[in-house]
């Protein structure tokens, strides 16, 4: 059974900074991709952030330059570094991992989910 449990979450001042971080188990966590999804209140979940099997990366424009993710194969965990935060980054941030070792900006595209963790960013 895969299982995916996100922490780090929190309330931060906007221009503050927060690492997220994601546990994988069930699987080879090595050979999938794993990406970040947002979803803020009102809204629709929407893309962020990918790493591939290969370590090829990818970010919504909105966070390039300020977001970073990463990935341990060793500790089977994948981390969003998330740096001069917004309040229009409030959100529940939910990890995900891919039905293969590429990423994908979809939903769809994604076999398993964490259940999430809030992040509130004050103005």
């Known amino acids: 059974q895969v299982q995916l449990v996100e922490s780090g979450g929190g309330l931060v001042q906007a221009g503050g900074s927060l690492r997220l971080s994601c546990a994988a188990s069930?699987?080879?966590?090595?050979?999938?991709?794993m990406a970040w999804f947002r979803q803020a209140p009102g809204k629709e979940r929407e893309f962020v952030a990918a790493i591939s099997w290969s370590d090829e990366t990818y970010y919504i424009d909105s966070v390039k330059g300020r977001f970073t993710i990463s990935r341990d194969n060793a500790k089977n965990t994948v981390y969003l570094q998330m740096n001069s935060l917004k309040p229009e980054d409030t959100a529940v941030y939910s990890c995900?991992?891919?039905?293969?070792?590429?990423?994908?900006?979809?939903?769809?595209?994604?076999?398993?989910w964490g259940q999430g963790t809030q992040v509130t960013v004050s103005s």
């Open positions: 995900a991992t891919s039905y293969s070792g590429t990423y994908y900006k979809t939903e769809r595209r994604y076999a398993y």
């Open positions: 069930g699987r080879t966590f090595s050979s999938y991709a």
